[in-house]
């Protein structure tokens, strides 16, 4: 269990600090040799977790009782547990971490017995001293002076063990290329002074020199040098009790060399940083212990990665959320159909907010995963904003149409508008707007393309001016006819009313000069409403056809049964009861009046054939239209057979009138009859 207790050591170089910050001290791995899940929060309420790489790790090495701990309190300030002198017995077994006051330093203080006389201790010792000498950038080897040059008592032969599974373990190159440097700093106790420091360092140094041969190497790692990963650093303290003055001054001017980055014996020197973030040094120590436990065949790049996937996801899981959270409240109106103005630069915004922020904390990690997890990221947030980019293209592409067929139908009001020009404008104007949107709603970096969206536009615009102009050119061709009609209307009464051998002929002239003038003007308009071929062909038909019926009727109103009757009753009676002179006539018995009932008769009779069939005899005025068309257009004049409609007055037809006629003047004739009985009577 990972304990806390509180400081109360006053200690020089300590400042002021927010008051949530604190310098308790944490046990990182228990008697059960678990490690703390504590140690994130912990290095939070140290106030380190947004240091970056500014903060360094220090551990300290050597045989139980040398003063380990007391030199900790005194060169940090922290607060371990010192042994009590009356009890002369350690029982506490772990590794405990504190942060030093007045600098950003993780301090780690191992605790435990030696572990010469049991195995099991042997195994931590071993296990916390490697741990140790992998996590951190500085290890004090702690060492009794008289302890230099006995390779036993000094722990030589454990050093050894932690130098050949260090170097098992975490001697690989970091991908980078570099080197994971150390610095052993050497703190000799009790030094008398009667051996110079720089003798006791030689004889240090030899030691280590002759341990780093000895060590069973990895074979790709058999030519690496102690230098390789390890710098060498020595200091001397006078003994504590017996020179407490000078050990105190001794004591501050070490400290100094933990602090004073303008010192050349500066310890925490960049090269030996591991390069964790703050925020990561939990995650990332866990790992190492969990390395050293199970003594997994791992080395420290791929702990760096197995971090840096951890912490990546962590970082990148944040910016995600917050970005889910600034686009959720665009995503309702896209989906409703709404153009939402600026929301490209709202994206673009939201994503490169969430970008910085991932970047900011996550590009301290492992450059690989680093980068490797951005890309999943913004695969992400594109997957999310690309359908609020497809939705506004939509939008913007329905609230153009709308705009256009209202801007049609605007500029379709009124007289003297080009068609063509009305067309070309607001089509123009459609795809300047939807094109200033669409390009607002881009994102860079993404292979987002309107294109598609913009070619649909133009495709549904064109159909829509067709449909426009197909109703407009149905409408001129309503307008042509109804002009048509009322132009043959009075000329054809005219002609119709003068049953000459010439009647059709003048009639048909009529018609044609009238339906020459009616496609010219045709023709003219549909230059400026940009017609195709095809739909003047079509509209010209229609206007032919409609033409010829509409003289058809014409006919038809003036061969009705009563008004035929009535002209061929008109033709007999200006024969038969009036003179040549045109003076009325009154019959008296030397009258021929069978003659002339007769001659009149036959005459008006001769009208039926001129009038029951539309014969003219000049043929160059023949007109005939084809009967049979395939517009859909021309679908009302289906069923049109233009033979059938040159016959005014079917054979049935004419036999009825002429039947009902000759009743008629049959009349006229007794009538004539009786004017001589009556007036012989008189
Ligand atoms: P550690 O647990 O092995 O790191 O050692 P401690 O710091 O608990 O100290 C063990 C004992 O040595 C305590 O009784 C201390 O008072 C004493 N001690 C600490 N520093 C020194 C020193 O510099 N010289 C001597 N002679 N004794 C010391
Ligand atoms: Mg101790």
Redesign the pocket.
Known sequence: MATAVTNGHPVNGDTAYPNEVNFERVQIIDNEKQFTPHLTQQVERWGLQNAGFDYDIVA?F????????????RLFGTD??????TK?Q?TTKGIWMCRGKGMNVMVM?V?GTDGRERGEDQDFERKSALFSMASSEVLIV?L?EHQVGLYQGANMGLLKTVFEVNLGLFGKKTPDGRNSRTLLLFVI??HIGTTPLANLEATLTADIQKIWESLSKPTELKDRQLSDYFDLSFAA??????AADK?ELEIQELRRRFVDKSRDDYVFKPSYHKRIPADGVAFYMDGIWEQVQTNKDLDLPTQQELLAQFRCDEISAAALAEFNEQAKPQRRPVEAGKVVEGLGSMMRNWRSGALTRYDKDASRYHQGVYKRKRADLVAVLDSTLSPLFLGQLKNLHKSSLVTFKQEMHEGMKGEGYNFADVVTRLREQCEKSFLEGAKEALVEETDWTYEDEFALLKEEMKSIADQFRKDETKKMVNIIERNFKRQISEPVDLCLNKPTAEMWDNILKTFRETLDKAEASYLAKAKSFNCTEQENTTALAILRKRAWLALRSKIDEQTSDASFLAKLRTHFEERFRYDDKGVPRVWTPEDDIDGAFKKAKDEALTLIPLYSKISPTDASLEYTLPSETSDSLTQDLDDFDFPSTLIILSETKTLDITNRFRKDVDAYYVEAKRSTVSSIAQ
């Open positions: 300290v050597g045989s139980q009782s040398t003063g380990k701990s007391t030199l900790l309190n371990f547990d010192v042994m009590d002198e002369r350690q203080d605790e702690n009794w106790r009790d303290l006078p003994h504590k009790v017996l050990f």
